[in-house]
């Protein structure tokens, strides 16, 4: 069975130049990615799929192989799928047929090589297609449509206890697993049978500011402070 990393990381960020390959907690952004997936017994190689050489030359100094994405496939309006599909186009070329990809973001750090394999292994058991990381959700949310407000995941006329509602989650963009004819029939990183997978309130915290850099690596360090 082989098993693949990619990390997308286009070198044209806006909100914060460089943001790929800026430090955080001493390390390169992209450099968490990598390690992280690089730690994962299950991964067997790990990719970075890029458009810029700086990150290209820094993926490499960590251990990721290249592919190198087209300047059509890196701009503003260029999805993370148009990416994986280029990616493993680009792997088939090479001979290569992978029985699973994980999918990470390196704009969300927060996540371990253990954790990796525990959302690997989750798919394989529950014999599901696709997987998506998620973190709880205590919030009451609401809508407002034409003027209208509605709150949509809680009757505020009965308003629950945080404790006794259903389980949700949300989204945190750390780790997506698939089987690869989920993104070639369905255009989709996620479809078939998708799995959940649950990680702390913390891995929901994203990097789209300097603001984040800062939260992230105080996050981190404090981490570190707890193992030790």
Not at 2 to 24: E, F
Not at 32 to 60: G, W
Request: include cysteine; aromatic fraction near 6%.
């Amino acid at each position: 069975m082989l098993n693949i990393a990619i990390i997308p990381a286009r070198g044209g960020s806006k909100g914060v130049p460089g943001k790929n390959i800026r430090t955080l907690n001493g390390l390169p952004l992209i450099a968490h990615s990598i390690l992280d997936a690089k730690e994962a017994k299950l991964v067997d190689r790990v990719f970075v799929s890029t458009d810029d050489l700086d990150i290209a030359e820094t993926s490499q100094r960590y251990g990721a192989e290249i592919i190198h994405r087209p300047l059509a496939l890196a701009g503003d309006t260029a999805s993370s799928e148009s990416a994986l599909v280029h990616a493993l186009s680009d792997l088939e070329t090479r001979g290569m047929a992978p029985d699973l990809v994980v999918f990470l973001q390196c704009t969300s750090p927060l996540r371990t090589g253990a954790e990796i394999d525990q959302a690997i292994e989750k798919l394989i058991q529950t014999n599901a297609d696709s997987l998506v990381s998620v973190s709880p959700s205590h919030r009451f949310l609401w809508e407002e449509i034409q003027g209208r407000a509605t709150s949509i995941n809680y009757d505020y006329r009965h308003r629950p206890r945080r404790q006794d509602m259903n389980p949700q989650y949300v989204e945190n963009g750390s780790i997506y697993v698939f089987k690869p004819w989920v993104l070639k029939e369905l255009g989709n990183r996620l479809g078939g049978k998708i799995a959940l997978f649950p990680m702390s309130d913390e891995a929901a915290w994203e990097i789209d500011s300097l603001l984040d850099f800062e939260i992230i690596e105080t996050l981190m360090q404090k981490q570190v402070q707890v193992l030790c």
